[in-house]
Nanobody, 115 residues
Framework: QVQLVESGGGLVQPGGSLRLSCAASRSIRTIYAMGWYRQTPGKQRELVAHITTIGSTNYADSVKGRFTISRDNAENTVYLQMNSLKPEDTAVYLC?????????WGQGTQVTVSS
């Protein structure tokens, strides 16, 4: 079992930055992959960024060049650095983890980009 707790969301103006954190309740060294989805009302959940155990990353086209995902195995934490934020980035951001036995989800953190 893994519990995931997100933090770092909030209200930011267009062009601003936020860093989301996803803290896992146990070591993430053996977790295959972690990442972030985002959800807005009436829309399908969208994969934002993904990072594997060996550090390979993948991003949605809409965030490439603006968002960076990273993981700190010593801290059991995955980060999402979000720069040049746009109003269309407004969503609930959910952290997930994929292990050999199951997938896990956090509760989500709200990101609102508005002037």
């Amino acid at each position: 079992q893994v519990q995931l707790v997100e933090s770092g969301g909030g209200l930011v103006q267009p062009g601003g930055s936020l860093r989301l954190s996803c803290a896992a309740s146990r070591s993430i060294r053996t977790i295959y992959a972690m990442g972030w989805y985002r959800q807005t009302p009436g829309k399908q959940r969208e994969l934002v960024a993904h990072i594997t155990t060996i550090g390979s990353t993948n991003y949605a086209d809409s965030v490439k060049g603006r968002f960076t995902i990273s993981r700190d195995n010593a801290e059991n934490t995955v980060y999402l650095q979000m720069n040049s934020l746009k109003p269309e980035d407004t969503a609930v951001y959910l952290c997930y983890a994929v292990s050999a036995s199951s997938n896990y989800w956090g509760q989500g953190t709200q990101v609102t980009v508005s002037s």
